[in-house]
């Protein structure tokens, strides 16, 4: 098995936990299926830096799997448990209905990525294939789901799809620069979890969709 | 003896081997799976030779049938049976080869299986009773989700493979080299939920109560007893082995004999267990860590697994 294959089955492995994400509807599972796209994120990172020769990959590496794989997934199951609510979550839209658009998606995604200069080769394909669908299949996670903790769910996703990109095709932006966004997203996470408790204080629900009451 | 019978002769032996070492193996493979979850639940669990004594046990016994039942309650088991012993001839197990791989390929193997749980589904309301039915009607609605996605899923190696024919498609895989394909991640995904939903597995069934609420496979059979639950069983047990070796053959064909010599024969075997071992270890961490899902979320899960299928076929042309 060459590097190029493992890469590709990292990549496979990370759309199939986006699509699981969509398919069903535990709160704690959806957040494990998070953990396990960044630990597939980062060993394709690390799988980069040892084909590539690039061996700053490894500290991308290893800071996504330290961060994303395991300090946001614990952060977040502390905030539920702390605030305790319903562990269920209730899309807008039900699941088959989801995973049909899912499917649209994923396959608009892969189309649109063979528009690309750079992905007319095997490997560079599949991973911009793959990262666009997740990023459109992240999009619409946070549109259908009402609560909270879904939607940075969401978000963190699309920020995998991107940061798959990223590490896959052009080999990794400058250390200081993922620095920078591994940074950006502890932040963003910990502000949203405050944010999230601000919201179940208020109306004693993740619900957003009870935001609008908000109105004057 | 004319030359067409001598010919068929070897097939037809090396059919029945095959046929007599799966159905040899496949309770050790459903007890060892109880073992290992057992295990995970810090219980010993019953011993791996279990199912031997539970079959030997109920083949000594006399079958005991409801006056009302007619002769299809009689043949559902037989049919399931023989079957499952007819699908078991068309997968390559060892050898790069089914032993009656010219009778058809992936088509007939689905419709194979399809006979026999339609037999058995029949079987279970010619009594009349509530649960028969029930199971009946639970296990169609499963498999007529679950059966497009197999089809689909398998359909997807078949379109690399350019064969529908499942000893032709293990034979290119070992040709041409495994080329990795996000599609085959995404086909193996679905094939392994259809896996756990075909097999009665947890987060589907679960093969271990006889809760009448949450049981679906066990409801069809309650009725039975004796022989003809023993084949019942036994035809479960290698459907179960059969499923994980089609996943095997599909997506890590590696080891598997090409030539019918004994050395080629005994690293294939040992390939063959090993591989089957570590997705039984799959299978039970997946029936130990999730809790059964509702009858009505069910159809979601098996549509997860559709949708695999779906996209990895769509996949396989972008």
Not at chain 2, 63 to 81: C, D, K, L, M, N
Not at chain 2, 248 to 260: H, Y
């Given at each position: 098995?060459?590097?190029?294959?493992?890469?590709?089955?990292?990549?496979?492995?990370?759309?199939?936990?986006?699509?699981?994400?969509?398919?069903?509807?535990?709160?704690?599972?959806?957040?494990?299926?998070?953990?396990?796209?960044?630990?597939?994120?980062?060993?394709?990172?690390?799988?980069?830096?040892?084909?590539?020769?690039?061996?700053?990959?490894?500290?991308?590496?290893?800071?996504?799997?330290?961060?994303?794989?395991?300090?946001?997934?614990?952060?977040?199951?502390?905030?539920?448990?702390?605030?305790?609510?319903?562990?269920?979550?209730?899309?807008?839209?039900?699941?088959?209905?989801?995973?049909?658009?899912?499917?649209?998606?994923?396959?608009?995604?892969?189309?649109?990525?063979?528009?690309?200069?750079?992905?007319?080769?095997?490997?560079?394909?599949?991973?911009?294939?793959?990262?666009?669908?997740?990023?459109?299949?992240?999009?619409?996670?946070?549109?259908?789901?009402?609560?909270?903790?879904?939607?940075?769910?969401?978000?963190?996703?699309?920020?995998?799809?991107?940061?798959?990109?990223?590490?896959?095709?052009?080999?990794?932006?400058?250390?200081?620069?993922?620095?920078?966004?591994?940074?950006?997203?502890?932040?963003?996470?910990?502000?949203?979890?405050?944010?999230?408790?601000?919201?179940?204080?208020?109306?004693?629900?993740?619900?957003?969709?009870?935001?609008?009451?908000?109105?004057? | 003896?004319?030359?067409?019978?001598?010919?068929?002769?070897?097939?037809?032996?090396?059919?029945?081997?095959?046929?007599?070492?799966?159905?040899?193996?496949?309770?050790?493979?459903?007890?060892?799976?109880?073992?290992?979850?057992?295990?995970?639940?810090?219980?010993?669990?019953?011993?791996?030779?279990q199912g031997y004594y539970d079959l030997a046990k109920l083949l000594g016994k006399e079958?005991?049938?409801?006056?009302?039942?007619?002769?299809?309650?009689?043949?559902?088991?037989?049919?399931?049976?023989?079957?499952?012993?007819?699908?078991?001839?068309?997968?390559?197990?060892?050898?790069?080869?089914?032993?009656?791989?010219?009778?058809?390929?992936?088509?007939?193997?689905?419709?194979?299986?399809?006979?026999?749980?339609?037999?058995?589904?029949?079987?279970?309301?010619?009594?009349?009773?509530?649960?028969?039915?029930?199971?009946?009607?639970?296990?169609?609605?499963?498999?007529?989700?679950?059966?497009?996605?197999?089809?689909?899923?398998?359909?997807?190696?078949?379109?690399?493979?350019?064969?529908?024919?499942?000893?032709?498609?293990?034979?290119?895989?070992?040709?041409?080299?495994?080329?990795?394909?996000?599609?085959?991640?995404?086909?193996?995904?679905?094939?392994?939920?259809?896996?756990?939903?075909?097999?009665?597995?947890?987060?589907?069934?679960?093969?271990?109560?006889?809760?009448?609420?949450?049981?679906?496979?066990?409801?069809?059979?309650?009725?039975?007893?004796?022989?003809?639950?023993?084949?019942?069983?036994?035809?479960?047990?290698?459907?179960?082995?059969?499923?994980?070796?089609?996943?095997?053959?599909?997506?890590?064909?590696?080891?598997?004999?090409?030539?019918?010599?004994?050395?080629?024969?005994?690293?294939?075997?040992?390939?063959?267990?090993?591989?089957?071992?570590?997705?039984?270890?799959?299978?039970?961490?997946?029936?130990?860590?999730?809790?059964?899902?509702?009858?009505?979320?069910?159809?979601?899960?098996?549509?997860?697994?559709?949708?695999?299928?779906?996209?990895?076929?769509?996949?396989?042309?972008?």
């Amino acid at each position: 098995m060459t590097t190029s294959d493992v890469l590709i089955l990292c990549a496979a492995g990370m759309l199939v936990s986006a699509y699981l994400m969509v398919g069903q509807n535990a709160l704690f599972t959806t957040i494990r299926l998070y953990g396990l796209q960044a630990l597939l994120l980062g060993i394709g990172s690390a799988v980069i830096a040892v084909s590539a020769a690039r061996y700053e990959l490894f500290v991308t590496a290893a800071v996504t799997v330290a961060l994303k794989a395991v300090l946001i997934p614990w952060f977040l199951m502390r905030v539920i448990d702390r605030i305790g609510i319903h562990r269920e979550i209730e899309p807008f839209l039900n699941v088959p209905a989801s995973l049909l658009v899912c499917l649209g998606l994923t396959v608009v995604g892969y189309r649109v990525s063979t528009g690309f200069a750079e992905s007319s080769q095997g490997v560079s394909h599949h991973l911009v294939g793959v990262a666009l669908s997740m990023l459109l299949i992240g999009l619409f996670l946070m549109v259908t789901r009402k609560r909270a903790i879904t939607q940075i769910l969401a978000l963190l996703t699309v920020e995998n799809a991107v940061f798959l990109v990223a590490v896959g095709v052009t080999s990794g932006m400058p250390l200081v620069v993922e620095l920078g966004i591994a940074f950006d997203v502890i932040l963003a996470v910990l502000m949203l979890g405050i944010l999230v408790r601000r919201i179940v204080d208020r109306f004693e629900s993740m619900d957003i969709s009870r935001l609008s009451k908000l109105k004057g | 003896m004319t030359p067409a019978i001598s010919d068929a002769l070897p097939t037809i032996g090396l059919a029945m081997l095959q046929v007599a070492g799966m159905l040899a193996v496949a309770p050790l493979l459903k007890a060892g799976i109880r073992r290992m979850k057992a295990r995970l639940q810090n219980r010993q669990g019953p011993p791996l030779l279990q199912g031997y004594y539970d079959l030997a046990k109920l083949l000594g016994k006399e079958p005991v049938r409801s006056e009302t039942a007619s002769w299809v309650y009689a043949a559902g088991p037989r049919v399931y049976f023989a079957a499952a012993v007819a699908a078991t001839m068309l997968v390559p197990v060892l050898i790069a080869a089914a032993p009656l791989e010219a009778a058809g390929g992936i088509l007939l193997l689905v419709g194979t299986l399809a006979l026999g749980r339609f037999a058995l589904a029949t079987a279970a309301l010619d009594t009349g009773s509530p649960f028969g039915g029930m199971g009946a009607s639970r296990d169609m609605t499963i498999a007529a989700l679950a059966e497009p996605a197999l089809m689909l899923g398998l359909f997807t190696s078949a379109l690399a493979a350019g064969s529908l024919n499942l000893g032709g498609l293990v034979r290119n895989v070992l040709q041409h080299g495994a080329t990795v394909h996000p599609a085959d991640l995404l086909a193996f995904a679905g094939l392994f939920i259809i896996v756990i939903a075909e097999t009665g597995r947890i987060p589907v069934d679960n093969p271990a109560t006889h809760l009448e609420l949450t049981m679906i496979h066990e409801a069809m059979v309650l009725e039975y007893a004796g022989p003809d639950l023993a084949l019942v069983e036994w035809a479960s047990a290698l459907k179960e082995l059969l499923y994980l070796t089609l996943l095997v053959d599909f997506f890590l064909p590696m080891g598997i004999a090409t030539s019918a010599s004994p050395g080629a024969i005994f690293v294939a075997l040992l390939a063959w267990a090993g591989k089957v071992f570590l997705l039984a270890i799959a299978v039970t961490i997946a029936e130990s860590t999730n809790a059964k899902l509702r009858l009505f979320r069910v159809p979601e899960l098996v549509s997860i697994s559709l949708g695999f299928a779906f996209l990895a076929l769509a996949i396989r042309f972008l």
